[in-house]
């Protein structure tokens, strides 16, 4: 179970380091590819970007599992987001008791520490400062979502490793991806820079309110699977209107 605010950081950090890795991109649905006619692989990739969730706002619930230098933690968790504007997340670790709060924004990260009756204030860049990465708000948003539009900027080209579909590249990483058999979603995305490696693994997705979206995701960072955490979603739906409550009690302390 989680016993600190440390070890939420973790989550958040980790994130980082593979998104980070991924792309730094703003979200865009232009597909670049070289100047000749499109392959039959090209187009899968073109039909693959179609799967992409644009939905204004989204409900996600299940259950997180993270393995940090061999100690394995676990929690429910519940995540709403509107898209280019706010992700709310809290997490349950035990007996269903709310222990963290947390609010991101474009510009500003704020966690809310029940257990230690302590709250944190930061902008959005300290997550970069911590992890060494250059990310924005829409790369972690479309990490959650399985969107591959992040990458359309970059040149796209079919993988000559058969263990893969489609290799791409972008400021000296590469990317490959793996599409899911028969639906237009990644099932895998291995990122590789200079010192570090992501592999990113979505479970089958499935069709809800006729939009396609993962029953999970798990990410190894440099392939040690001691360094990992996996999002298993009992629900992932369209709910627009949903509110984001978030307030600090008075008598918590700010964390610097």
Same mark, same amino acid.
């Given at each position: 179970?989680? #016993?600190? %605010? ?24 232009? $597909? %670049? %590819? ?30 997180? =599992? ?20 706010? +992700? ?6 035990? /007996?269903?008791?709310?222990?963290? @709060? ?5 510009? &500003?990260?704020?966690? #809310?520490?029940?257990? =230690? ?25 479309? $990490?959650?979502? =399985?969107?591959?539009?992040? $990458? ?8 000559? =490793? ?7 590249? @972008?400021?000296?990483? /590469?990317?490959? +991806? ?8 990644? @099932?895998?995305?291995?990122?590789? &820079?200079?010192?570090?490696? #992501? ?6 997705? &499935? ?9 999970? +995701?798990?990410?190894? /960072? ?32 700010? #964390?610097?």
């Amino acid at each position: 179970m989680f #016993v600190s %605010v440390r070890s939420f950081f973790r989550i958040l950090l980790f994130l980082v380091l593979a998104t980070g890795t991924l792309t730094a991109c703003k979200s865009k649905r232009k $597909l %670049v %590819v070289a100047e000749t006619p499109p392959s039959l692989e090209l187009l899968a990739w073109e039909k693959a970007l179609t799967g992409d969730l644009l939905s204004n706002e989204l409900s996600l619930a299940g259950e997180l =599992n993270g393995t940090f230098g061999g100690s394995q933690q676990s929690s429910a968790f519940n995540i709403r987001i509107e898209r280019g504007k706010q +992700i709310w997340m809290i997490l349950r670790p035990m /007996l269903g008791i709310e222990a963290f @709060r947390m609010l991101i924004t474009p510009d &500003s990260l704020r966690i #809310v520490d029940r257990l =230690n009756r302590q709250y944190y204030e930061k902008p959005f860049s300290y997550l970069n400062q911590l992890a060494g990465t250059s990310i924005d708000y829409i790369t972690l948003e479309n $990490l959650l979502l =399985n969107n591959l539009g992040h $990458l359309a900027d970059s040149p796209v080209e079919p993988s000559k =490793n058969p263990a893969f579909d489609f290799i791409t590249s @972008r400021d000296s990483i /590469l990317y490959s +991806i793996l599409l899911q058999p028969d639906q237009p979603k990644a @099932r895998q995305l291995e990122a590789v &820079s200079s010192n570090k490696k #992501v592999n990113i693994v979505y479970g089958p997705a &499935s069709l809800v309110d006729s939009l396609w979206v993962p029953s999970s +995701i798990k990410a190894v /960072l440099n392939g040690n699977e001691n360094s990992g955490i996996t999002l298993n979603f009992s629900k992932f739906a369209v709910e627009n209107g949903q509110t984001y409550p978030y307030s600090i009690p008075k008598n918590y302390s700010r #964390v610097d």
